[in-house]
């Protein structure tokens, strides 16, 4: 085995402590009592960054991802932030009057 393979599968070994070893073990360590549910996943030794974890309450899907760059000086052009946006505000609207539809009847 090269010894770079050898270094992945012991940090994935370590991961599994926080995240789990498959997709079962990532469910388990999800808090599914507070909805919409959100989650930050920390890395082994405990410091924050791992990665994040939501849901939207509407199922899978595909969802646009959007990143402000901003223009730093002395370094380019780098990433500031980044958002996914999984409802729009048309379909916030549409999901509204569809309710108010569904009050009438």
């Known amino acids: 085995m090269h010894e770079e393979n050898k270094i992945v599968e012991e940090e994935l070994k370590e991961l599994e402590g926080s995240i789990g070893k498959d997709w079962g073990e990532f469910c388990d360590k999800i808090d599914h009592d507070d909805y919409p549910?959100?989650?930050?996943?920390?890395?082994?030794?405990?410091?924050e960054g791992l990665g994040v974890m939501v849901s939207t309450?509407?199922?899978?899907?595909?969802?646009?991802?959007?990143?402000?760059?901003?223009?730093?000086?002395?370094w380019g052009k780098r990433i500031k932030k980044v958002w996914v946006e999984f409802i729009s505000d048309d379909?916030?609207?549409?999901?509204k009057d569809y309710r108010d539809e569904i009050e009438k009847e």
Do not use: C, R, W
């Open 37 to 47: 549910t959100k989650q930050s996943f920390n890395y082994p030794m405990g410091h």
């Open 57 to 74: 309450g509407l199922g899978d899907g595909t969802y646009p991802v959007y990143a402000e760059v901003e223009e730093v000086e002395g």
């Open 91 to 95: 379909e916030i609207k549409e999901m």
